[in-house]
């Protein structure tokens, strides 16, 4: 059982928009930063979004992290098949002492 | 741009100690963090912990005592060792370079991970 708590999978058509939930507490998304990752298959996962809602050079505005209270979201605009795969966030959990994750949620592209 | 990549056995008795390697290319280890993660098989991504080269280290509780790190600098390597190892160790284990952030009380903690090396799985058993 994960700490950080996302659905197990999500799936919408290519060119459609869907969202990420990633539900946590007040020890740990509540009041630190929260980071996502992509893991595609085959590959080591990739940075997608830090600080709640940065992105990082070369990642395309496709990509949106927000954060409300003791949730965060990643959106993913404009779907490609190559977007296929599974969804990591991520946050310091100051009552654990450690960096939590949430159990990853995989993406299909319809 | 610094790149990452882990190596080591891929079988590890149990009870045993699993000892990995991260060597890091186009960047020095002694000018970041570094991090362990592991993702078991069928589960979620598992922070084991971070370090300097110069020994500053971070460790996830529920891994503490059980974790040893190093650093080679004139390999630009960084180390793990797990001793007493299980079947729940069985996990592909990644290097990453971490990023932290300090808080108003001056206090550092891990922030995010990148990049990430590919990974090496290592399964605990007789």
């Known amino acids: 059982q994960s700490v950080l708590t996302q659905p197990p999978s999500v799936s919408a058509a290519p060119g459609q928009k869907v969202t990420i939930s990633c539900s946590g507490r007040?020890?740990?998304?509540?009041?630190?930063?929260v980071s996502w990752y992509q893991q595609l298959p085959g590959t080591a996962p990739k940075l997608l979004i830090y600080d709640n809602n940065v992105r990082p050079s070369g990642i395309p505005d496709r990509f949106s992290g927000s954060k409300s209270g003791t949730s965060a979201t990643l959106g993913i605009t404009g779907l490609q098949t190559g977007d296929e795969g599974d969804y990591y966030c991520?946050?310091?959990?100051?009552?654990?002492?450690?960096?939590?994750f949430g159990g990853g949620t995989k993406l299909t592209v319809l | 741009q610094v790149q990452l990549q882990e190596s080591g056995p891929g079988l590890v008795k149990p009870s045993e100690t699993l000892s990995l390697t991260c060597t890091v290319s186009?960047?020095?280890?002694?000018?970041?963090?570094w991090s362990w993660i592991r993702k078991p098989p069928g589960k979620g991504l598992e922070w084991i912990g971070y370090m300097y080269f110069s020994g500053n280290t971070k460790w996830n509780p529920s891994l503490r005592g059980r974790v040893t790190t190093s650093a080679d600098t004139s390999k630009n390597q960084f180390s793990l060792r797990l001793n007493s190892v299980t079947a729940a160790d069985t996990a592909v284990y990644y290097c990453?370079?971490?990023?932290?952030?300090?808080?108003?009380?001056?206090?550092?903690?891990?922030?995010?991970?990148?990049?990430w090396g590919q990974g090496i799985l290592v399964t605990v058993s007789s």
């Open positions: 007040s020890s740990n998304i509540g009041n630190n930063y």
């Open positions: 186009g960047g020095s280890i002694t000018s970041y963090y």
């Open positions: 990453a370079r971490v990023v932290r952030y300090s808080d108003t009380s001056g206090q550092y903690y891990p922030n995010w991970f990148a990049p």
């Open positions: 991520g946050s310091w959990d100051r009552s654990l002492g450690s960096v939590v």
